[in-house]
């Protein structure tokens, strides 16, 4: 009686174990994402950059309390000064750093959601509260569907969603390109259109790739020779030109396989078509009812349908 | 074998210790209505960059592991046909539906937008891609099927109760208002009584088909527990960070289990002066040291194909963890390959606790000290964040105490008797 059920058992345990294995190396086709170029985005250039802020006031002041996001209130609100944030926060979409080397080597950087174009937070968000739109390109957050799991901040490689750990009823805040603001208004990020020196450049991403290229190019010396945004974690649509190394600006060396591939994958893998878990149900039934009948042939008594229905050994 | 085989345990519920836990549940469930009232940071040390704490850590990733002694019994008895066990599995199923329910309880508190959890059963917000969209529905599942599992003690109690205590009351309360009882009340109790002895055995014909879907819906979360930090693949340090993170979980929570439905017994029995169940027990630590065994091989040579094995003996901060959870999962394995030692209740106890604590290490070390979101970033949980998880701890213990006294959980002692000289003899054949 002992053996077969063993056998069965590690059968099963097999089984589960080779569709784990089958995920590291099953890829469909279908399931790579082709980066899409005619998506909006921004690029900017840390070295055009003055550290103004003007860029953070402009965005607190469009987005403060109304369109998507209509908790934001800027901490600055109450009693009308200006309190620079230290990080983006609950309440801050996008900021301005200075990384200082040396009196020689520092370098401005601007923090805001990268738009990706293959987004972990819309990968793990389990009811599609974080979206990405198609058509253009960017990473939206809708709170009424969020239930506040904060899976996207854990995914978020550039630790961009924000939680608001002080409210009781706090929300999810992140970059929407002013989606219901500013874009709507005038067709532009309301950073972009304040930035006095053209740091910021606002338009589609084949034309922002095309104008850092054009920079890269006429400008030896300048620039680290690389487009930060532009292979990382399958692409961005927010594009970084700097003279400074990448990662010294707090933007982590990343690969380009999107991080959301390699677990949809393995998911993927484990639930397709739902069969996984329904041929685990069925195998399950079958030897636990087996088990159960064997067990009442060998009492000899209680059968499953009793005169008094106790309905076998299972309880 | 049928409902016979389980008893109540005759003792007082009010103890001393009954006292201690409702204070510590008490002061858990008053910081649980801070942080509602004042928001997450109010008591919490929770940021930005660790946005997962202990609440999710303990209560959910590790709770619910520990709380796999249902399934891990589920599948010894019902898949591996040794019936014998069965006696156990109703306080093992009892623990297990503590243990997830105040997981999902957890979860309630911790999560942000609690009034949106509705969302999870409209299909056009699912998102199949999300590992949490899981591991959510099919604990709310489980929960389910757990309380079916357990809803024959209720039955059978309520079968053949004479609502003692409920008519005591209801005089009391009638006196003190100056009034005389009603009938009809009597014959709303007599009406409940008959439901309950109508439905048990209906449930007893379709609960196989629940049991079994109580092991394939702990089979599928807990390895999508393993999923949730797949897509951390920058922050999780790459000791823990695999592809075989969801088989991991697995494996890991049914030695887990097994160890704990060991545990349970040996405090149980100390505690409530039953003698202790040393054959049942010692037959099931042979099983967990070949699942450790399997697990530790895996977690090996997925270091060594990855290149990481330096890494694992490095001896810095991750290498320590992972040392230790290594180890006390090996230490306690070694003790349980012992055939001598399984048979002393001691270090069954020592082995099972090893196991148990190292098994719980590697989700702290995957949920929380493996992870690192980036420079600047530091998390150690707040008292209050303590507190509100040794409040939900406490209510579990309490819970199980106390139910234990009033339905049919434990098993019945001279069935004990019966089953010892049937095991003799299986052993003997």
Same mark, same amino acid.
Request: aromatic share 10%.
């Given at each position: 009686?002992?053996?077969?059920?063993?056998?069965?058992?590690?059968?099963?345990?097999?089984?589960?174990?080779?569709?784990?294995?089958?995920?590291?190396?099953?890829?469909?086709?279908?399931?790579?994402?082709?980066?899409?170029?005619? @998506?909006?985005?921004?690029? /900017?250039?840390?070295?055009? $950059?003055? *550290? #103004?802020?003007? &860029?953070?006031? =402009? !965005?607190?002041?469009?987005?403060?309390?109304?369109?998507?996001?209509?908790?934001?209130?800027?901490?600055?609100?109450?009693?009308?000064?200006?309190?620079?944030?230290?990080?983006?926060?609950?309440?801050?979409?996008?900021?301005?750093?200075?990384?200082?080397?040396?009196?020689?080597?520092?370098?401005?950087?601007?923090?805001?959601?990268?738009?990706?174009?293959?987004?972990?937070?819309?990968?793990?968000?389990?009811?599609?509260?974080?979206?990405?739109?198609?058509? @253009?390109?960017?990473?939206? /957050?809708?709170?009424?569907? $969020?239930? *506040? #799991?904060?899976? &996207?901040?854990? =995914? !978020?490689?550039?630790?961009?969603?924000?939680?608001?750990?002080?409210?009781?009823?706090?929300?999810?805040?992140?970059?929407?390109?002013?989606?219901?603001?500013?874009?709507?208004?005038?067709?532009?990020?309301?950073?972009?259109?304040?930035?006095?020196?053209?740091?910021?450049?606002?338009?589609?991403?084949?034309?922002?790739?095309?104008?850092?290229?054009?920079?890269?190019?006429?400008?030896?010396?300048?620039?680290?020779?690389?487009?930060?945004?532009?292979?990382?974690?399958?692409?961005?649509?927010?594009?970084?030109?700097?003279?400074?190394?990448?990662?010294?600006?707090?933007?982590?060396?990343?690969?380009?396989?999107?991080?959301?591939?390699?677990?949809?994958?393995?998911?993927?893998?484990?639930?397709?078509?739902?069969?996984?878990?329904?041929?685990?149900?069925?195998?399950?039934?079958?030897?636990?009812?087996?088990?159960?009948?064997?067990?009442?042939?060998?009492?000899?008594?209680?059968?499953?349908?009793?005169?008094?229905?106790?309905?076998?050994?299972?309880? | 074998?049928?409902?016979?085989?389980?008893?109540?345990?005759?003792?007082?519920?009010?103890?001393?210790?009954?006292?201690?836990?409702?204070?510590?549940?008490?002061?858990?469930?008053?910081?649980?209505?801070?942080?509602?009232?004042?928001?997450?940071?109010?008591?919490?040390?929770?940021?930005?960059?660790?946005?997962?704490?202990?609440?999710?850590?303990?209560?959910?990733?590790?709770?619910?592991?520990?709380?796999?002694?249902?399934?891990?019994?589920?599948?010894?008895?019902?898949?591996?046909?040794?019936?014998?066990?069965?006696?156990?599995?109703?306080?093992?199923?009892?623990?297990?539906?503590?243990?997830?329910?105040?997981?999902?309880?957890?979860?309630?508190?911790?999560?942000?937008?609690?009034?949106?959890?509705?969302?999870?059963?409209?299909?056009?917000?699912?998102?199949?891609?999300?590992?949490?969209?899981?591991?959510?529905?099919?604990?709310?599942?489980?929960?389910?099927?757990?309380?079916?599992?357990?809803?024959?003690?209720?039955?059978?109690?309520?079968?053949?109760?004479?609502?003692?205590?409920?008519?005591?009351?209801?005089?009391?309360?009638?006196?003190?208002?100056?009034?005389?009882?009603?009938?009809?009340?009597?014959?709303?109790?007599?009406?409940?009584?008959?439901?309950?002895?109508?439905?048990?055995?209906?449930?007893?014909?379709?609960?196989?088909?629940?049991?079994?879907?109580?092991?394939?819906?702990?089979?599928?979360?807990?390895?999508?527990?393993?999923?949730?930090?797949?897509?951390?693949?920058?922050?999780?340090?790459?000791?823990?960070?695999?592809?075989?993170?969801?088989?991991?979980?697995?494996?890991?929570?049914?030695?887990?289990?097994?160890?704990?439905?060991?545990?349970?017994?040996?405090?149980?029995?100390?505690?409530?002066?039953?003698?202790?169940?040393?054959?049942?027990?010692?037959?099931?630590?042979?099983?967990?040291?070949?699942?450790?065994?399997?697990?530790?091989?895996?977690?090996?040579?997925?270091?060594?194909?990855?290149?990481?094995?330096?890494?694992?003996?490095?001896?810095?901060?991750?290498?320590?963890?992972?040392?230790?959870?290594?180890?006390?999962?090996?230490?306690?394995?070694?003790?349980?390959?012992?055939?001598?030692?399984?048979?002393?209740?001691?270090?069954?106890?020592?082995?099972?606790?090893?196991?148990?604590?190292?098994?719980?290490?590697?989700?702290?070390?995957?949920?929380?000290?493996?992870?690192?979101?980036?420079?600047?970033?530091?998390?150690?949980?707040?008292?209050?964040?303590?507190?509100?998880?040794?409040?939900?701890?406490?209510?579990?213990?309490?819970?199980?105490?106390?139910?234990?006294?009033?339905?049919?959980?434990?098993?019945?002692?001279?069935?004990?008797?019966?089953?010892?000289?049937?095991?003799?003899?299986?052993?003997?054949?």
């Amino acid at each position: 009686m002992k053996k077969p059920s063993r056998r069965q058992f590690f059968k099963i345990m097999g089984a589960t174990g080779a569709a784990l294995l089958a995920g590291r190396s099953g890829t469909s086709a279908s399931e790579l994402h082709q980066v899409n170029n005619d @998506t909006i985005g921004m690029l /900017y250039d840390a070295t055009k $950059c003055v *550290g #103004c802020k003007a &860029c953070m006031s =402009a !965005c607190k002041r469009v987005n403060s309390d109304y369109g998507s996001l209509a908790y934001e209130q800027a901490s600055f609100d109450s009693d009308g000064l200006w309190d620079a944030p230290q990080d983006l926060s609950g309440s801050t979409r996008t900021l301005i750093k200075l990384f200082k080397e040396s009196d020689k080597e520092w370098s401005y950087v601007k923090y805001s959601c990268m738009h990706c174009q293959k987004p972990s937070c819309v990968s793990v968000c389990p009811v599609s509260a974080m979206t990405r739109d198609k058509l @253009t390109g960017t990473v939206d /957050y809708n709170k009424d569907a $969020c239930i *506040g #799991c904060r899976y &996207c901040q854990i =995914a !978020c490689a550039f630790n961009i969603p924000k939680f608001q750990w002080d409210k009781a009823i706090p929300q999810i805040v992140k970059c929407d390109l002013c989606k219901n603001t500013n874009l709507l208004k005038k067709g532009i990020t309301a950073c972009a259109e304040t930035c006095p020196v053209g740091a910021i450049m606002f338009g589609k991403r084949k034309e922002l790739l095309e104008e850092a290229n054009k920079r890269l190019r006429e400008n030896p010396g300048r620039y680290v020779n690389h487009i930060y945004g532009e292979k990382e974690v399958g692409g961005t649509n927010h594009l970084y030109l700097s003279g400074m190394q990448f990662n010294k600006l707090g933007l982590p060396i990343l690969k380009e396989e999107a991080p959301a591939e390699f677990s949809e994958k393995i998911q993927h893998t484990i639930y397709k078509g739902f069969i996984a878990p329904v041929a685990l149900y069925s195998t399950l039934c079958f030897v636990a009812i087996k088990n159960m009948k064997k067990g009442q042939e060998s009492d000899g008594k209680d059968p499953i349908d009793g005169p008094e229905g106790q309905g076998g050994d299972h309880r | 074998m049928s409902h016979d085989e389980y008893q109540k345990h005759d003792a007082k519920i009010l103890t001393p210790s009954f006292i201690v836990l409702l204070t510590l549940t008490l002061i858990g469930f008053a910081l649980v209505a801070v942080r509602f009232i004042k928001g997450i940071g109010a008591v919490t040390n929770m940021s930005d960059g660790y946005p997962w704490g202990i609440w999710i850590t303990y209560d959910v990733a590790t709770g619910t592991a520990i709380a796999c002694g249902g399934y891990a019994m589920a599948i010894l008895i019902y898949i591996r046909n040794h019936m014998h066990y069965h006696p156990m599995i109703r306080s093992a199923i009892l623990t297990s539906m503590f243990g997830y329910g105040l997981a999902g309880f957890s979860v309630m508190v911790d999560v942000g937008r609690p009034w949106n959890a509705y969302n999870f059963f409209i299909p056009s917000k699912w998102q199949l891609n999300s590992a949490m969209f899981e591991v959510a529905l099919c604990v709310m599942a489980y929960t389910t099927v757990l309380l079916m599992e357990f809803l024959p003690a209720v039955l059978t109690t309520l079968e053949k109760t004479e609502w003692k205590t409920l008519q005591l009351l209801l005089d009391m309360l009638y006196s003190r208002m100056g009034m005389k009882r009603p009938e009809r009340i009597g014959d709303r109790l007599d009406k409940v009584k008959d439901l309950a002895a109508w439905a048990k055995p209906r449930l007893d014909k379709v609960l196989i088909f629940i049991i079994v879907l109580g092991i394939t819906l702990p089979t599928m979360h807990q390895s999508s527990l393993g999923s949730l930090l797949l897509i951390a693949s920058t922050k999780l340090h790459p000791l823990w960070h695999t592809g075989f993170l969801p088989l991991l979980f697995l494996i890991n929570c049914m030695f887990i289990g097994y160890s704990i439905a060991i545990l349970e017994s040996v405090i149980s029995c100390y505690a409530f002066k039953r003698p202790f169940e040393t054959k049942e027990l010692s037959g099931m630590a042979r099983i967990i040291p070949w699942l450790t065994v399997i697990w530790l091989s895996v977690v090996v040579g997925d270091l060594a194909w990855r290149g990481q094995l330096g890494a694992a003996v490095s001896f810095d901060f991750y290498s320590r963890f992972f040392l230790l959870e290594f180890c006390l999962v090996a230490g306690g394995s070694l003790l349980m390959f012992s055939g001598k030692k399984r048979e002393s209740i001691r270090w069954l106890f020592v082995s099972a606790a090893l196991i148990v604590l190292g098994g719980a290490l590697y989700r702290f070390n995957v949920y929380l000290i493996g992870f690192n979101p980036g420079k600047g970033w530091h998390y150690f949980p707040a008292l209050a964040e303590l507190l509100i998880t040794v409040g939900i701890v406490a209510f579990e213990i309490l819970g199980y105490q106390v139910i234990v006294k009033i339905l049919p959980v434990l098993p019945k002692l001279h069935t004990r008797k019966q089953l010892d000289s049937e095991l003799g003899l299986a052993e003997k054949a």
